[in-house]
């Protein structure tokens, strides 16, 4: 079974408050993760605390090096990458590692150029400039961003390939905007929204063996809350 680190819930559009790193080894305070220091200003969205990116990613990279140690080769799909925090930081501080950053721009981060855009028009969203100008700044040839809309059918197709793509998947605040978008494509098969979100939900952990998962709260996915009464409970 994939391991799934389920991260802090993301509160929608609403956001306020900081974030807390509950699983500090030591006291260690999040900012001594950080693999390179990146600007605030270019980086957050929707008004969220910085403190929401510094403490995810602590968490995260405490169990990266867990899994992989410092100087460890690994393939990593970001996926939702917007303005790319997390890939560049797993790139700098892991430079065996393969990134590939995938932005669709269909929620509200990078806005909604992908519901009906082309790839040239996505790539040319403010998330995507920003994360190529900081790869070019940075030299790092071991990320890679991939401007495409992921959806029911293309999580489908990729897991009809029967094996994982990838050995970490970060789906940090994004899944309920496949989800959304995803919509008709259940339907067309049948599937009741909670069956289309668990279908969907399952073929993504079949795409890697580890992952990082971070579900919004309500008034998200309402319907999943409602059949499960946790994200937790979902996810398991």
């Not at 996505?122 to 995507?128: G, L, R, V, Y």
């Not at 809309?149 to 940090?172: C, E, F, K």
């Not at 049948?190 to 979100?197: A, F, N, Q, R, Y």
Request: hydrophobic fraction near 40%.
């Amino acid at each position: 079974r994939p391991q799934a680190a389920q991260m802090g819930r993301n509160r929608g559009p609403a956001v306020g408050g900081g974030s807390v790193w509950t699983a500090a080894p030591d006291g260690t305070p999040p900012e001594s993760r950080l693999a390179v220091a990146l600007p605030e200003d270019e980086f957050t969205y929707i008004e969220r605390p910085w403190s929401h990116f510094v403490t995810r990613w602590a968490a995260m990279d405490v169990e990266l090096e867990r899994f992989f140690g410092p100087e460890g080769s690994f393939s990593m799909i970001d996926l939702g990458s917007c303005c790319g925090f997390f890939s560049l930081q797993a790139a700098v501080g892991y430079p065996h590692c393969t990134g590939v950053s995938v932005e669709g721009s269909v929620g509200i981060g990078n806005g909604t150029t992908g519901v009906d855009g082309t790839e040239d028009e996505i790539i040319q969203t403010k998330a995507i400039q920003t994360h190529l100008r900081w790869i070019k700044k940075l030299c790092l040839p071991n990320n890679m961003i991939a401007p495409e809309v992921w959806d029911y059918q293309r999580v489908t197709a990729l897991a009809a390939l029967g094996r994982p793509v990838a050995d970490v998947m970060l789906s940090l605040s994004v899944i309920h905007h496949i989800d959304n978008i995803s919509a008709e494509q259940y339907r067309a098969e049948g599937l009741t929204k909670v069956e289309g979100s668990l279908r969907l939900m399952a073929k993504l952990l079949e795409l890697a063996p580890r992952h990082f998962i971070e579900l919004p709260d309500r008034p998200w996915i309402d319907h999943i809350y409602d059949a499960y009464g946790s994200a937790r409970a979902f996810l398991n």
